[in-house]
């Protein structure tokens, strides 16, 4: 589904579409990632991005548009968003591994 703002000609994609219930406090898994507990974890922090359909973020599918695209600075959005929420599932013990990264694709989905 394709939302045109008011005032634009152009339409931005559904991935790249942030809503009022997408907040960066957000916590979309109840089991935070451990040293031990990866694919509980990744099973369950993929489908709660397919839900919010933002899981092309992390897989590649949504790809990043160039910097003269008018949907760049709206993907680095999407993406902050995204790696905050994934950064919030991390248990405090190894979330530093993770927050050098500069783009959610870079992290381990």
């Not at 031990?36 to 099973?43: G, K, P």
């Not at 489908?47 to 949907?71: F, Q």
């Amino acid at each position: 589904m394709m939302d045109t703002t008011e005032g634009s000609r152009q339409s931005t994609p559904e991935a790249l579409q942030l809503h009022g219930s997408g907040h960066p406090d957000m916590i979309l898994v109840g089991t935070l990632l451990t040293k031990h507990n990866y694919l509980t974890w990744s099973y369950a922090i993929k489908r709660a991005l397919r839900a919010k359909m933002k899981l092309g973020v992390i897989n590649g599918t949504t790809l990043k548009p160039s910097i003269t695209d008018a949907h760049f600075e709206q993907w680095i959005r999407v993406d902050s968003m995204v790696m905050t929420w994934i950064l919030n599932c991390i248990s405090k013990e190894i979330v530093n591994g993770f927050i050098s990264s500069l783009q959610s694709t870079e992290h381990i989905l």
